[in-house]
C-alpha cells in the first residue's frame, strides 16, 4: 500500500502524527485530564505513539530508495 502515497503525504503524516503525541503527552502531564478519563486518553496516546512509528518506518524505507529525502532525524528536527 505505501507504493501508492507521496514521500510529501508521508512527511505531512509523520510530521503530523509527531505534533499529536506531543500534544497528547502535554495534555496527559497536565491537571486538566479528567481522572475517570485517564486510561482512555493514554490508549489515545499509545495510538498515536503506534501510527507514529508505523509512518516512520515507511519513512525510513522510502529514505533507503530516495537517496534525496532527508533522514528522519532530520525530518523532525527541521523548522517547516
Same mark, same amino acid.
Given at each position: 500500500? +505505501?507504493?501508492? /502515497?507521496?514521500? +510529501?503525504?508521508? /512527511?505531512?503524516?509523520?510530521?503530523a502524527l509527531n505534533s499529536e503525541v506531543?500534544?497528547?503527552r502535554e495534555y496527559l502531564d497536565s491537571d486538566d485530564v479528567?481522572?475517570?478519563?485517564r486510561d482512555n486518553e493514554e490508549e489515545i496516546l499509545a495510538d498515536l505513539e503506534q501510527a507514529f512509528m508505523e509512518f516512520v518506518d515507511i519513512y525510513k524505507?522510502?529514505?533507503k530508495a530516495d537517496k534525496q529525502l532527508p533522514s528522519i532525524d532530520e525530518l523532525l528536527n527541521s523548522q517547516l
Open positions: 500500500m +505505501n507504493e501508492n /502515497i507521496s514521500n +510529501n503525504a508521508i /512527511i505531512y503524516a509523520t510530521l506531543d500534544l497528547q479528567p481522572e475517570d478519563e524505507s522510502r529514505c
